[in-house]
């Protein structure tokens, strides 16, 4: 039995795990409905994540996917980071506050989070994903051993023939176009930059795993698109952004309807690794800056201290606004609505049928 035929899906479409937005009422219409749902536990501790979990195996009893985050953890540097905070004060000022007196490193990776793999290993979910690395053999074999389904996320073919050798049975190829954090393993080294389906054709003819596509997807006919070109699933995230179940607030979802949806762009700014977001005051702040940056997700420390009280004087330009290059092409509906939209559009693209 293939990776792909052990989750049990009608549809090929998985939604993206993203952190903050994505929640438990999200996975669990998305599973109903067909799909692969998740949820993203990278920013939360292990009894948070325990907590998410619960919440989605009460909703459904069909597969669902855990993701994590394996960034190398932050090397500090003292001059670096103040030297961080004094370009950011006069931002803060804007506001009448100042900067924090010190930086801290937010959460956890997986790579050093025991915690997270004992609750992952007592209650293993059936699909768990990697963004930003992987773990070590260790964990990787507890993991296996547990009975999950492993995924990882690859910008290139040398981090999905990675992923292959530690023993993942899944790859995400995450193409430019793609909202959020760029998923590489080392954001220091050359970034290819590859669109969605030049890298999943290079992935699936050469990486020998199966292979989802991720970036810029929207409706069935991307997905369609996606398949013809190797992928054995599609994975979106922009397209659940305006649903009910998403957990984007009330400026974000009005800046995703706004011209900003045309203007996205890759920043490291906000959190100290590239990611791609709409348009913003932060954004555009940090294109003129080229100080180094804070490892993430030490850099995320100022950037969630600056939106704070951005926010709280009613100026929403300094979020994290991530959004895939589809933006523009957002429907509104919910969760199952969405799912239910892009089956039928693949049905009207002559696709194979359900897979269940």
């Known amino acids: ?69 394996v960034h190398a953890p932050p090397r500090r540097d003292a001059t670096r980071e103040s030297a961080w905070l004094e370009a950011l004060r006069p931002l803060f000022a804007a506001f009448d506050a100042e900067p924090p007196a010190t930086l801290t490193s937010p959460y956890l990776s997986f790579a050093e989070d025991d915690a997270m793999l004992a609750l992952l290993v007592a209650e293993p979910p059936p699909v768990v994903s990697f963004h930003f690395g992987l773990p070590d053999a260790r964990r990787i074999a507890a993991l296996r051993q547990a009975g999950c389904l492993l995924v990882s996320t690859a910008t290139s073919l040398a981090e999905a023939l990675a992923a292959r050798d530690a023993g993942v049975d899944l790859v995400v190829a995450q193409g430019y176009q793609a909202g959020g954090h760029r998923g590489v393993f080392d954001p220091d080294a050359p970034d290819e930059r590859l669109d969605t389906l030049s890298l999943v054709r290079r992935l699936s003819w050469d990486a020998g795993l199966p292979v989802v596509a991720a970036g810029g997807l929207m409706d069935g006919r991307d997905i369609r698109a996606a398949l013809d070109a190797g992928a054995v699933a599609a994975q979106l995230g922009t397209a659940f952004l305006l649903t009910p179940e998403s957990a984007a607030d009330a400026a974000y979802r009005d800046a995703l309807v706004s011209d900003a949806a045309r203007h996205t762009v890759m920043t490291d700014a906000v959190s100290g690794r590239p990611a791609r977001s709409l348009r913003s005051l932060f954004t555009e702040w940090g294109a003129g800056i080229s100080l180094p940056r804070p490892d993430y997700p030490v850099t995320y420390d100022t950037g969630k201290a600056l939106n704070a009280v951005a926010r709280a004087a009613g100026q929403p330009g300094y979020g994290a606004l991530w959004a895939g290059e589809g933006a523009p092409r957002l429907r509104a509906g919910s969760a199952a609505q969405i799912i239910a939209q892009l089956a039928r559009e693949l049905a009207d693209a002559d696709v194979q049928p359900p897979l269940n």
């Open 1 to 69: 039995m293939s990776p792909i035929d052990r989750l049990g899906l009608a549809y090929p479409i998985f939604q993206a795990p993203m952190a903050g937005v994505s929640t438990p009422a999200m996975a669990v219409a998305v599973s109903e409905a067909g799909g692969l749902g998740a949820i993203a536990v990278g920013s939360v501790g292990a009894a948070a994540a325990g907590d998410l979990m619960a919440r989605v195996r009460a909703g459904t009893r069909r597969a669902f996917n855990v993701n994590l985050f």
